[in-house]
């Protein structure tokens, strides 16, 4: 009876529909092609993606998938919170490779209050809004102040491959400090909300889409889970030419 039981209870998996949102969701699948193959939207060889930024590195996880993916690619990544930035530098100190600021990124360069969650890698240069209350349960935990830049003075006239944003909701404060990096930037992978008020005061899809389209950059892939938060690419219109 046992081994019927289970036979049946395999066959019910195996039969079952499968769920693609557990399989690989949409705004996972958006970061993974992007990692992947970047190099293919860009119409370049791997050994031709020299520069990767990423505002908001967190503990840095997709860095040595894109390190091994691009042999000649050097990462500048932006973390200001005391929570990950010892962590960060001591993985990726001894790397050539990989350049670690320890700033917030935003459109001026001084100093803010940067506001950290209860939830792991949720901290933003926003307060929480009641989106994110409601759907995922976050709230404030601490707020300090950090130091902030802007990618105009940071990176100059550094050529970008890829611009990643990670910011929660800030996207668009970091986009009006970038005003020549977009530039001589090729492709931007960023976090994407289709709702207002995750963050206060936060960027909606619709407003980022907009102000790319308007910087010279085309919407080429977008994944978004249940709550309509996911990710997007964006390449700049004559790279796909």
Same mark, same amino acid.
């Given at each position: 009876? &046992?081994?019927? %039981? !289970?036979?049946?209870?395999?066959?019910?998996?195996?039969?079952?529909?499968? =769920?693609?949102?557990?399989?690989?969701?949409?705004?996972? /699948? @958006?970061?993974?092609?992007?990692?992947?193959?970047?190099? %293919? /939207?860009?119409?370049?060889?791997?050994? =031709? @993606? %020299?520069?990767?930024?990423?505002?908001?590195?967190? &503990?840095?996880?997709? !860095?040595?998938?894109?390190?091994?993916? *691009?042999?000649?690619?050097?990462?500048?990544?932006?973390?200001?919170?005391?929570r990950y930035i010892q962590k960060l530098k001591k993985r990726f100190d001894k790397n050539p490779r990989v350049h670690?600021?320890?700033?917030?990124?935003s459109n001026t360069a001084g100093s803010m209050t940067f506001y950290e969650t209860n939830l792991r890698g949720s901290?933003?240069?926003?307060?929480?809004?009641?989106?994110?209350?409601?759907? *995922?349960?976050?709230?404030?935990?601490?707020? /300090?102040?950090?130091?902030?830049?802007?990618?105009?003075?940071?990176?100059?006239?550094?050529?970008? =491959?890829?611009?990643?944003? =990670? @910011?929660?909701?800030?996207?668009?404060?970091?986009?009006?400090?970038?005003?020549?990096?977009? %530039?001589?930037?090729?492709?931007?992978?960023?976090? @994407?909300?289709?709702?207002?008020? &995750?963050?206060?005061?936060?960027?909606? /899809?619709?407003?980022?889409? *907009?102000?790319?389209?308007?910087?010279?950059?085309?919407?080429?892939? &977008?994944g978004n889970d249940h709550n309509l938060t996911g990710n997007a690419l964006f390449v700049r219109e004559e790279e796909?030419?």
């Amino acid at each position: 009876m &046992l081994i019927n %039981k !289970i036979i049946k209870r395999i066959f019910r998996m195996i039969t079952a529909p499968l =769920d693609l949102f557990l399989v690989l969701p949409p705004f996972e /699948f @958006v970061q993974t092609i992007t990692e992947q193959s970047i190099h %293919k /939207f860009l119409k370049i060889n791997t050994n =031709d @993606v %020299k520069t990767w930024v990423i505002v908001g590195g967190y &503990l840095g996880l997709e !860095i040595p998938r894109i390190l091994r993916r *691009y042999p000649n690619c050097n990462i500048h990544v932006f973390e200001c919170s005391h929570r990950y930035i010892q962590k960060l530098k001591k993985r990726f100190d001894k790397n050539p490779r990989v350049h670690i600021y320890e700033m917030a990124v935003s459109n001026t360069a001084g100093s803010m209050t940067f506001y950290e969650t209860n939830l792991r890698g949720s901290g933003s240069l926003l307060r929480v809004g009641e989106l994110a209350k409601d759907i *995922y349960g976050m709230s404030q935990a601490e707020e /300090f102040t950090v130091q902030t830049t802007t990618l105009d003075e940071s990176l100059a006239q550094v050529k970008v =491959d890829v611009l990643q944003l =990670d @910011v929660q909701g800030a996207e668009m404060n970091v986009l009006k400090g970038a005003h020549e990096t977009l %530039k001589h930037t090729r492709a931007l992978l960023t976090e @994407v909300a289709m709702i207002p008020n &995750l963050y206060q005061n936060s960027v909606v /899809f619709e407003d980022l889409n *907009y102000f790319l389209s308007d910087a010279g950059f085309t919407l080429c892939l &977008l994944g978004n889970d249940h709550n309509l938060t996911g990710n997007a690419l964006f390449v700049r219109e004559e790279e796909k030419s």
